[in-house]
């Protein structure tokens, strides 16, 4: 775990700005049913008008992971209070998203509330799909007596992620109750995930799984569909 304390914790006062302060967030998978992908994607797209609405809702991603069967999307949205997350769960967002859910999914999306532990985001505002292409979404389980180690790793890897210009939005977060942890990142294209995947923060996220996590971490790559930013 020293590994991710390395000298550039003295950078902290110039990395600062570009670090988050959501502290709220949802993963919600989905699987699309096969003759539905198009339009799955084409909802993903069209929420963005609603999602804009949503003065709350800081971050909003749909995405669509690749390499994966059957064929699974996402939505992952940030908050920075948990009254305006609940307002998004009873918004108009959401309420699509299940008035469509019998026509476009197997079964209905799974809401799965996190606490946002670290991140690392990049000034927007309003719709943005150009200059956003790629991404991850890393789960993995802690150990029972290591829950608050990994918390402590993913808080002391920020100043790591910061370092990295091509990594766009980093979050770590927790789903509370579960020993369950995700780390999800977006990029501008491969080039920035693969360094990301070959950098200091993977390579110590995968050294410490042994003595941290009840198994290897569970890398998904997926495609951005969509995105809203809110600064």
């Not at 949802?26 to 003065?55: R, Y």
């Not at 990994?150 to 980093?170: I, K, Q, S």
């Not at 509370?176 to 995700?182: E, K």
């Not at 042994?210 to 951005?224: A, I, R, W």
């Amino acid at each position: 775990m020293t590994a991710l304390f390395p000298a550039l914790l003295l950078l902290l006062h110039v990395l600062q700005p570009v670090l988050g302060d959501v502290s709220f967030a949802l993963l919600v998978p989905a699987i699309a049913k096969p003759d539905q992908i198009d339009a799955t994607q084409d909802f993903l797209e069209g929420a963005i008008p609603l999602v804009q609405d949503e003065p709350g809702t800081i971050q909003w991603f749909g995405v669509k992971f690749t390499d994966v069967a059957p064929p699974t999307f996402a939505i992952f949205d940030t908050f920075n209070s948990e009254a305006a997350r609940t307002a998004h769960l009873n918004g108009k967002v959401a309420a699509a998203l299940f008035a469509n859910a019998p026509t476009l999914f197997v079964a209905d999306p799974v809401i799965n509330k996190a606490n946002v532990l670290a991140s690392k985001v990049q000034d927007g505002d309003g719709s943005l799909t150009e200059g956003l292409a790629v991404g991850l979404r890393v789960n993995f389980t802690a150990k029972a007596d290591k829950v608050q180690d990994v918390r402590d790793f993913l808080t002391g890897a920020v100043p790591l992620v910061a370092a990295e210009p091509d990594t766009l939005f980093w979050y770590a977060v927790e789903f509370p109750g579960t020993r369950v942890f995700s780390i999800v990142d977006f990029f501008a294209g491969e080039a920035g995930r693969e360094e990301h995947l070959s950098g200091k923060v993977a390579a110590a996220l995968f050294a410490s799984a042994d003595e941290l996590l009840t198994g290897q971490p569970d890398v998904v790559k997926f495609d951005v569909i969509s995105a809203d930013i809110k600064g």
